[in-house]
């Protein structure tokens, strides 16, 4: 999915993604940030009690399983030979 603003739309995006990105690189990019926000997740969850620990505990299980999803997608990409 790929869409292009004309070069004259001022965005109000602070995030733009470059265009020569490549699959493999984004890819890895997401699979840092994801465990960048998982870390952070499992670091709140302990810090919590209660319903909202659990809560933290779910949205860094949603968090692994993306990043694991992205992982899969990279070695089928990308394969190594261990």
Known sequence: ?????P?????TSIF???QDLSTEDALVNASELLASAL????EQ???LSG????QTFGLAQLIENAGLL???ALERLSPTDI
């Open 45 to 47: 969850a302990f810090s």
């Open 70 to 72: 992205v992982d899969v």
């Open 39 to 42: 870390a952070t997740a499992n």
């Open 1 to 5: 999915m790929k869409t292009e603003l």
């Open 51 to 54: 319903s909202e620990r659990l």
């Open 16 to 18: 733009i993604v470059r």
């Open 7 to 11: 070069d004259n739309d001022v965005s």
